[in-house]
């Protein structure tokens, strides 16, 4: 068999599967959510920040920072060594929805928020994004999270919640499998926060592809030899393998990166991330058209987890354990 028939053959196999299928439709609608919304929180970040120096000259633009490196925050922890920087976090909490709870300062270089928009909409954003320069480099769900934790942004924010709760379910799913009866209420999910957006067209155009796109059959044929090869929707609309294959690495990657950050962040315990990991590699070690884009990503999990094992080992309790398994 040819390298080529062989990759189509093993996608004809996965998405022979009809939960599997379901769970890349929608990932595919997370991705098109992605797209559309870049955009406008471009724009509204942009205007949050021009709102805030206009009301407040002690914000900036010339407000600087005075203690460098001092004013650095960790994870959650945040205390700011000059007025710039306590006033900015004053101000970012009055705007945080979520004020007493969870704010992630660990994303943000306080030092730029005078200059730098961006650095204060991470401020809303969950962990992991420190290294992100723009909202074209978020994945859906930061940039749902940004919608729901700061005021600026009008909506229904239980349309936001409910959102974000579908996207771990997909995320989490160890089986990378939804059912279909979960993939009708993720369609009407995503449309009632679609809808929250009549006034910006690439957010309404979406609304139309996400409904094209989870009410199609997506079969996947088996192309003869002069024929091109890919899927078909039946109503014409055509995703090539490869554009198949280029959704599914992007789906496993960010959850790959979800495994990664809940492993350094110590959100759940190492034997299930082990559990998690070894689910996924069953998966790829059966799907090599897979396997091979995602060799870097798996590579960075084993050594974290070897190292988080080794630490273990070390520990006197965790030996005791063991000697009696
Ligand atoms: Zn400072």
Redesign the pocket.
Known sequence: MQARDMVLSELAVRLNCAEYKNWVKAGHCLLLLRGCLHGFVGREVLAFHRGLLAADPGLGPRA?????S??SPRARQFQ???????E?KREILKHHTNRNGDVYWGNCR??LWPVDAWEVAKAFMPRGLADKTGPEECDAVALLSLINSCDHFLVDRKKVTELIKCRNEIMHSSEMKVSSMWLRDFQRKIQNFLNEFKNIPEIVTVYSRVEELLTSDWAVHIPEEDQRDGCEYEAGVYLSQSQVNEIEMELLKEKLQEIYLQATEQEVLPEEIANRLEVVKEFLRNNEDLRNGLTEDMQKLDSLHLQHQKRDSKEPRAQTLQGKA
């Open positions: 600087t920072c005075r203690s460098g001092r004013c700011p060594q000059c007025q710039v920087c306590a900015w306080p030092g």
